[in-house]
């Protein structure tokens, strides 16, 4: 991107995150709940070409992406398209960040394909429901609770959702037929039914994944396109990196043109798409009920079908979404609204409901290509969602000859990279024990995602809760023992921190008196006041002493509010220790420190 169109883009989002004003209907806060107007006026002919580029490489990438993805969520392949373009519009107003694009995904279509039973109505309903959701949480600032889910447990989901993606695919790719669903199973019948591989969709299968993974090393050693170079050495630049970019698009065209060849000669060794519904999509409401030849299944009966999903889909989603955000934000240095993207996705999803969309969220890939072709605004996503409208109502009719081995190459090679293969290394490295949280994760999403995550999150509580509970306390030893908690002390951890003073100042001959530094302490609650009141109780009743050093001001008026008996305090560790050693042999409470000055009381009163 050019450094001027850069520079603009920075001032844009500097201005659109600037202290909230007060007014609700003030220009400011007009901005961050409809954020197009903070770069609309600054809009130039510059931005309009590299975001109509942008938005026309993300198009021909999103095309082929939903007609795979919808294979993937176990549906019919227009509504992958019906997902992809949505999500244009609706974040063009609300977007906070100009190179998330939003639209189906694999890990979203995998989790329609879990909770949907692959009936579009229920498909339709669970966007609707969680588009709800993530409204309800944007509107009431929520976007935190995603910070309870840790990193590990969101690498063994998608590690685990990359795998089983994949996994998935191979029996597209194979030409084999009759494979369940489920991950252990679908494992078993691939093997047991290897032999029955249709050569024509293998070999298809196998070249479109070269091919791909050629024009991907292609794209990244292409090197930039600069003003200085001869007109001729940029055209062929700009093909090269228009036929890279676009190679998923490039490469099922290919693969479509192979098989409508041979339909031609009469002979078809491809399992082709088949028939995709024509035109675009009817605006109507989602399907609230579902008629079948069965008999009609109620609202309430297709929310208890869903189940978990409905926790799960939109909590994922937004995860993904604000996680890509995020990282692009960062790499491209301006800020997003969390919260605020949480209102763009979620009304992405409530409006897409109504064109029959699936749940959508933010695409890495396709953000990475929107990034990577220099995009200045969210304006680059009115091209893409046009692009996806254009084919609904004329291309349709030529996805017939699209081969499902292109189109599980494309899913393949799009899930790939989410598979981190170094993060095992990393956390062993860094903090084993974030592998427990991550490796169950990763084990437990085989079976059940839901089961994975609840499972991986409760691990990571509970090791959060353990650091809290039990405190890393620093002891330095010698008449006077000092000990000094690394952390905040919150109430699990008083029984242990009490355990801990007693056996190491009372339990030994002879008796010390102990400090106990609080520069680490920042608050207290009422059963730690309680716990020191009896810490105290207990040092007096062995006639030895527990006195205080580094309260800070919160903590301090918290103890003197409690008017415990004995309470003594000192500013510095040398005060301290200076008083408690003046004369041991003395009653504690006489030679052990002074009384709290009755000036220092009143001005932590005030």
Same mark, same amino acid.
């Given at each position: 991107?050019?450094?001027?169109?850069?520079?603009?883009?920075?001032? /844009?989002?500097?201005?659109?995150?600037?202290?909230?004003?007060?007014?609700?209907?003030?220009?400011?806060?007009?901005?961050? /709940?409809?954020?197009?107007?903070?770069?609309?006026?600054?809009?130039?002919?510059?931005?309009?070409?590299?975001?109509?580029?942008?938005?026309?490489?993300?198009?021909?990438?999103?095309?082929?992406?939903?007609?795979?993805?919808?294979?993937?969520?176990?549906?019919?392949?227009?509504?992958?398209?019906?997902?992809?373009?949505?999500?244009?519009?609706?974040?063009?107003?609300?977007?906070?960040?100009?190179?998330?694009?939003?639209?189906?995904?694999?890990?979203?279509?995998?989790?329609?394909?879990?909770?949907?039973?692959?009936?579009?109505?229920?498909?339709?309903?669970?966007?609707?429901?969680?588009?709800?959701?993530?409204?309800?949480? =944007?509107?009431?600032?929520? =976007?935190?609770?995603?910070?309870?889910?840790?990193?590990?447990?969101?690498?063994?989901?998608?590690?685990?959702?990359?795998?089983?993606?994949?996994?998935?695919?191979?029996?597209?790719?194979?030409?084999?037929?009759?494979?369940?669903?489920?991950?252990?199973?679908?494992?078993?019948?691939?093997?047991?039914?290897?032999?029955?591989?249709?050569?024509?969709?293998?070999?298809?299968?196998?070249?479109?994944?070269?091919?791909?993974?050629?024009?991907?090393?292609?794209?990244?050693?292409?090197?930039?396109?600069?003003?200085?170079?001869?007109?001729?050495?940029?055209?062929?630049?700009?093909?090269?990196?228009?036929?890279?970019?676009?190679?998923?698009?490039?490469?099922?065209?290919?693969?479509?043109?192979?098989?409508?060849?041979?339909?031609?000669?009469?002979?078809?060794?491809?399992?082709?798409?088949?028939?995709?519904?024509?035109?675009?999509?009817?605006?109507?409401?989602?399907?609230?009920?579902?008629?079948?030849?069965?008999?009609?299944?109620?609202?309430?009966?297709?929310?208890?079908?869903?189940?978990?999903?409905?926790?799960?889909?939109?909590?994922?989603?937004?995860?993904?979404?604000?996680?890509?955000?995020?990282?692009?934000?960062?790499?491209?240095?301006?800020?997003?609204?969390?919260?605020?993207?949480?209102?763009?996705?979620?009304?992405?999803?409530?409006?897409?409901?109504?064109?029959?969309?699936?749940?959508?969220?933010?695409?890495?890939?396709?953000?990475?290509?929107?990034?990577?072709?220099?995009?200045?605004?969210?304006?680059?996503?009115?091209?893409?969602?046009?692009?996806?409208?254009?084919?609904?109502?004329?291309?349709?009719?030529?996805?017939?000859?699209?081969?499902?081995?292109?189109?599980?190459?494309?899913?393949?090679?799009?899930?790939?990279?989410?598979?981190?293969?170094?993060?095992?290394?990393?956390?062993?490295?860094?903090?084993?024990?974030?592998?427990?949280?991550?490796?169950?994760?990763?084990?437990?999403?085989?079976?059940?995602?839901?089961?994975?995550?609840?499972?991986?999150?409760?691990?990571?509580?509970?090791?959060?809760?353990?650091?809290?509970? /039990?405190?890393?306390?620093?002891?330095?030893?010698?008449?006077?023992?000092?000990?000094?908690?690394?952390? =905040?002390?919150?109430?699990?951890?008083?029984?242990?921190?009490?355990?801990?003073?007693?056996?190491?100042?009372?339990?030994?001959?002879?008796?010390?008196?102990?400090?106990?530094?609080?520069?680490?302490?920042?608050?207290?609650?009422?059963?730690?006041?309680?716990?020191?009141?009896?810490?105290?109780?207990?040092? /007096?009743?062995?006639?030895?002493?527990?006195?205080?050093?580094?309260?800070?001001?919160?903590?301090?008026?918290?103890?003197?509010?409690?008017?415990?008996?004995?309470?003594?305090?000192?500013?510095?560790?040398?005060?301290?220790?200076?008083?408690?050693?003046?004369?041991?042999?003395?009653?504690?409470?006489?030679?052990?420190?002074?009384?709290?000055?009755?000036?220092?009381?009143?001005?932590?009163?005030?």
């Amino acid at each position: 991107m050019p450094s001027s169109v850069k520079a603009l883009g920075q001032a /844009r989002s500097s201005r659109s995150t600037m202290a909230p004003d007060s007014c609700c209907c003030s220009p400011a806060a007009m901005q961050r /709940r409809l954020p197009i107007l903070a770069w609309l006026p600054d809009y130039s002919l510059q931005w309009l070409k590299m975001d109509f580029i942008a938005g026309l490489s993300v198009g021909l990438t999103v095309i082929p992406q939903a007609l795979a993805y919808a294979e993937v969520a176990g549906l019919p392949p227009q509504y992958g398209l019906y997902s992809a373009f949505m999500g244009c519009f609706v974040y063009f107003f609300l977007g906070t960040s100009r190179d998330v694009t939003l639209g189906p995904t694999a890990i979203m279509s995998l989790l329609v394909s879990f909770y949907t039973f692959h009936e579009p109505a229920y498909a339709v309903l669970l966007a609707f429901l969680s588009g709800c959701i993530q409204l309800a949480m =944007g509107f009431l600032r929520l =976007g935190f609770l995603l910070d309870f889910i840790s990193c590990p447990v969101i690498k063994g989901f998608t590690s685990a959702a990359t795998v089983t993606i994949g996994f998935g695919q191979i029996k597209n790719l194979l030409g084999l037929q009759n494979i369940p669903r489920q991950f252990f199973l679908q494992v078993y019948h691939t093997f047991l039914n290897i032999g029955e591989t249709r050569v024509g969709d293998a070999v298809l299968g196998l070249v479109c994944m070269v091919l791909l993974l050629v024009l991907k090393l292609m794209r990244d050693h292409v090197p930039p396109v600069h003003p200085e170079m001869p007109p001729g050495v940029r055209l062929s630049h700009g093909l090269v990196w228009t036929a890279t970019t676009a190679r998923n698009a490039l490469v099922v065209s290919f693969a479509a043109l192979v098989a409508y060849s041979f339909e031609v000669t009469g002979y078809q060794p491809f399992i082709l798409t088949g028939e995709t519904a024509e035109g675009l999509p009817p605006v109507r409401t989602p399907p609230f009920s579902l008629t079948t030849a069965n008999g009609t299944t109620s609202f309430a009966e297709m929310v208890q079908d869903m189940g978990t999903g409905l926790a799960v889909v939109p909590l994922v989603g937004l995860l993904e979404s604000i996680a890509v955000a995020k990282a692009f934000a960062s790499q491209n240095n301006y800020r997003i609204d969390a919260n605020q993207e949480l209102l763009a996705i979620g009304l992405t999803n409530v409006l897409g409901s109504l064109v029959s969309s699936y749940p959508v969220t933010g695409s890495f890939g396709r953000t990475a290509v929107n990034a990577q072709s220099g995009v200045c605004t969210p304006a680059g996503g009115l091209v893409t969602g046009a692009l996806v409208l254009l084919s609904l109502d004329y291309l349709t009719s030529l996805f017939y000859y699209i081969p499902k081995a292109a189109l599980a190459a494309v899913i393949i090679m799009a899930v790939a990279p989410l598979f981190d293969t170094k993060i095992f290394g990393t956390l062993w490295r860094v903090k084993r024990l974030d592998l427990l949280p991550l490796s169950i994760t990763f084990l437990l999403c085989f079976w059940e995602v839901q089961y994975g995550i609840l499972a991986g999150t409760l691990v990571s509580l509970l090791i959060l809760l353990h650091a809290v509970a /039990r405190p890393k306390t620093q002891v330095s030893e010698g008449p006077v023992l000092v000990l000094q908690p690394a952390s =905040g002390l919150h109430f699990p951890a008083i029984e242990a921190l009490r355990e801990a003073i007693l056996n190491q100042a009372l339990e030994g001959s002879p008796r010390r008196c102990a400090i106990l530094e609080c520069i680490h302490v920042c608050s207290i609650d009422y059963t730690v006041v309680l716990g020191l009141g009896d810490l105290l109780e207990d040092f /007096r009743r062995q006639g030895a002493a527990l006195v205080f050093v580094g309260l800070q001001v919160p903590v301090l008026r918290t103890l003197l509010a409690a008017d415990l008996k004995g309470f003594q305090y000192f500013s510095t560790r040398e005060e301290a220790e200076n008083h408690l050693q003046q004369d041991p042999g003395t009653q504690p409470y006489n030679s052990c420190g002074d009384p709290v000055p009755e000036h220092k009381v009143a001005l932590l009163k005030a």
